[in-house]
């Protein structure tokens, strides 16, 4: 059974990078899609984008120019860099895959996510 | 983007009865070639995170109670639970997986009455 867990610093200054890792156990990162999503206090969740067990990204364009996503399976671990972050971009942050869909031998990865992480809170202020 | 509108906000419903939620979406989401509607259905109950119920618009995952239903096509869809249960007060996201950036309903919390 697939588990994810999130870590990294749960304060980042205004202006500096946030960076998170998350550490897959149980089966393999290939061939799979890990994404981030994110979910400010009390509001709705936001796809982040997600990474390929390959190295292909898919970003969503309203952080495209501040976000990140990286992938090293020997380590069974991807990462998230999130630049330049204000106070807008204090979330739980979670990690997950996008879930495979198997019929008759072949599998595709449509878009839900199963499993999630637990989430990382990660607070942004100076 | 693909805009997700749930209804209501919030709803409160009594054990053992009946609760909807629905989810309308900005543009189709029904994929012609498989005739497979791209949603998800999601449940979050507090300090977790979510865990999928339904996708495909209609097929549970695995081990979700039947008491969960999912229906709709195209740009109108409903979850529907049939029996509430104290173990089902959470807050439930519809996701569209039918272009990226995926994105998410804005949440529906679930309470007993």
């Known amino acids: 059974q697939v588990q994810l867990q999130e870590s990294g610093p749960g304060l980042v200054k205004p202006s500096e990078t946030l960076s998170l890792t998350c550490t897959v156990s149980g089966g393999s990162m290939s061939p799979y899609y890990w994404t981030w999503i994110r979910q400010p206090p009390g509001k709705e969740l936001e796809w982040m984008g997600y990474i390929y067990s390959g190295g292909s990204t898919n970003y969503n364009p309203s952080l495209k120019s501040r976000v990140t996503i990286s992938v090293d399976t020997s380590k069974n671990q991807f990462s998230l860099k999130l630049s330049s972050v204000t106070a807008a971009d204090t979330a739980v942050y979670y990690c997950?895959?996008?879930?495979?869909?198997?019929?008759?031998?072949?599998?595709?990865?449509?878009?839900?996510?199963?499993?999630w992480g637990q989430g990382t809170l990660v607070t942004v202020s100076s | 983007d693909i805009v997700m509108t749930q209804s209501p906000d919030s709803l409160a419903v009594s054990l053992g009865e009946r609760a909807t939620i629905n989810c309308k979406s900005s543009?189709?989401?029904?994929?012609?070639?498989?005739?497979?509607?791209?949603l998800a259905w999601y449940q979050q109950k507090p300090g977790q995170p979510p865990k999928v119920l339904i996708y495909w618009a209609s097929t549970r995952d695995s081990g979700v109670p039947d008491r969960f239903s999912g229906s709709g096509s195209g740009t109108d869809f409903t979850l529907t639970i049939s029996s509430l249960q104290a173990e089902d007060v959470a807050v439930y996201y519809c996701?569209?997986?039918?272009?990226?950036?995926?994105?998410f309903g804005q949440g529906t919390k679930l309470e007993i009455e």
């Open positions: 996701q569209q997986f039918y272009s990226t950036p995926y994105t």
């Open positions: 997950a895959r996008l879930s495979p869909y198997c019929t008759s031998g072949s599998c595709i990865s449509p878009g839900w996510f199963d499993p």
């Open positions: 543009q189709t989401v029904l994929y012609s070639s498989n005739n497979k509607n791209y």
